[in-house]
């Protein structure tokens, strides 16, 4: 849990995703829905095999920055 510092993630599921958020957000690569993946803190993109990973609260949707979920 988090020690109620501003700022601070909780330890154990980090940032959250606002669900409106993640209503809009989809797959650059084939603009797809994305599901949240809580625990890994990633967007994963089922019909690209990617995921997408969240820093800081920040989804990073490029190409580039996605670990391919066959490394799984």
């Known amino acids: 849990m988090s020690d109620g510092t501003p700022g ?3 330890t154990k599921r980090g940032h959250r995703i606002d669900p409106k958020l ?3 957000l989809e ?3 084939t603009h797809t829905t994305l599901r949240y993946d809580a625990e890994a803190q990633e ?3 089922d ?6 990973p969240i820093r800081d609260g ?6 580039d920055e996605a670990r391919p979920l066959d490394e799984e």
């Open 8 to 10: 601070e993630p909780d």
């Open 22 to 24: 993640l209503e809009i």
């Open 27 to 29: 797959c650059p690569v």
């Open 43 to 45: 967007l994963i993109s």
């Open 47 to 52: 019909a690209a095999r990617l995921a997408y």
């Open 58 to 63: 920040i989804p990073i949707m490029l190409p």
